[in-house]
């Protein structure tokens, strides 16, 4: 099974920036991050899909935040900008080997799991 390893994460203040980003040890297919915040559900933040054009969104981070994938480099990346203390969260890779357009959203179809790594935002 293909290793995640999340990097990047951090303490920001409101409005910053950081960037995320995803090292896989081997090929993926659609690949995705999530982000849990303390007392709440694990929740969609974006998806991309093997070609890097075909792309999703949640709605809240739409015009903030892009995700990318260095395919040779087996790396995926999430630059978040315009960082709000609602941002703050455990932000989790996923990788799924289904393809669809758009790319899913959907917990249940990502099978492998990053670690996790820690945003925090201050207000």
């Known amino acids: 099974q293909v290793q995640l390893v999340e990097s990047g994460g951090g303490l920001v203040q409101a409005g910053g920036s950081l960037r995320l980003s995803c090292a896989a040890s081997g090929r993926t297919l659609s690949m995705a991050w999530f982000r849990q915040a303390p007392g709440k559900e694990r929740e969609f933040v974006a998806a991309?899909?093997?070609?890097?054009?075909?792309?999703n969104y949640a709605d809240f981070v739409k015009a903030r935040f892009t995700i990318s994938r260095d395919s040779a480099k087996n790396t995926m990346y999430l630059q978040m900008n315009s960082l709000k203390p609602e941002d703050t969260a455990v932000y989790y890779c996923?990788?799924?080997?289904?393809?669809?357009?758009?790319?899913?959203?959907?917990?249940?179809?990502?099978?492998?799991w990053g670690q996790g790594t820690q945003v925090t935002v201050s207000s």
């Open positions: 991309i899909g093997l070609n890097g054009y075909n792309t």
């Open positions: 996923a990788e799924s080997n289904r393809v669809s357009v758009p790319v899913s959203s959907k917990q249940y179809e990502y099978t492998n």
